[in-house]
T-cell receptor
Framework: KQEVTQIPAALSVPEGENLVLNCSFT??????LQWFRQDPGKGLTSLLL?????REQTSGRLNASLDKSSGRSTLYIAASQPGDSATYLC?????????FGEGTQLTVNP | EAQVTQNPRYLITVTGKKLTVTCSQN?????MSWYRQDPGLGLRQIYY???????DKGDVPEGYKVSRKEKRNFPLILESPSPNQTSLYFC?????????????FGPGTRLTVT
């Protein structure tokens, strides 16, 4: 059974700092990995999708990497802003399922 | 606009009163699924459907039913809701599950069972 872990569970940084969120998964036979953002009590916003054959994807200040063989992905956020404060979730697609990590709660302080 | 819609967005009900949460997608996706989100437990899959008339249990199917009679719709049915089903529910769809296809999520349904 696929298990997804995200570290750290919470992170607080000053505005302008670059930061890295980590995601690890136990079964490397994945189709893709997706990073989401969730604001409190709200829905999921898709940030980046990395296909299993890709090493990284970039969108604006966000860069996600994937090392399938080691079961790891990172989400790099450059020049963080208070508006980046949210919970970040990673999810992997494997078999016939989508499995989520529990998320990293990010707070960016002005 | 490509989207997944859910209704209702908010629902307060009483124990034992049957309810249905609807989910519809307009992208001709084959794969659809339901999740519940609870504090400290994250997002857990309830049921999924690979295509019309093909459904299967996820991690937490107890107390829920689903049907997939049409490709675009995947309703979640709670035959006899209980307070432990109070949660935030999300429906999602993708073209197919096996492959590099993005999952699209609905806006969520906040259910309270008293």
């Amino acid at each position: 059974k696929q298990e997804v872990t995200q570290i750290p569970a919470a992170l607080s940084v000053p505005e302008g700092e670059n930061l890295v969120l980590n995601c690890s998964f136990t079964d490397s036979a994945i189709y893709n990995l997706q990073w989401f953002r969730q604001d409190p009590g709200k829905g999921l916003t898709s940030l980046l999708l990395i296909q299993s054959s890709q090493r990284e994807q970039t969108s604006g200040r966000l860069n996600a990497s994937l090392d399938k063989s080691s079961g790891r992905s990172t989400l790099y956020i450059a020049a963080s802003q208070p508006g980046d404060s949210a919970t970040y979730l990673c999810a992997v697609t494997s078999g016939s399922r989508l499995t989520f990590g529990e998320g990293t709660q990010l707070t960016v302080n002005p | 606009e490509a989207q997944v819609t859910q209704n209702p967005r908010y629902l307060i009900t009483v124990t034992g009163k049957k309810l249905t949460v609807t989910c519809s997608q307009n992208m001709n996706h084959e794969y659809m699924s339901w999740y519940r989100q609870d504090p400290g437990l994250g997002l857990r899959q309830i049921y999924y459907s690979m295509n019309v008339e093909v459904t299967d249990k996820g991690d937490v199917p107890e107390g829920y039913k689903v049907s997939r009679k049409e490709k675009r719709n995947f309703p979640l049915i709670l035959e006899s809701p209980s307070p432990n089903q109070t949660s935030l529910y999300f429906c999602a769809s993708s073209l197919i599950i096996q492959g590099p296809w993005e999952q699209y999520f609905g806006p969520g349904t906040r259910l309270t069972v008293t």
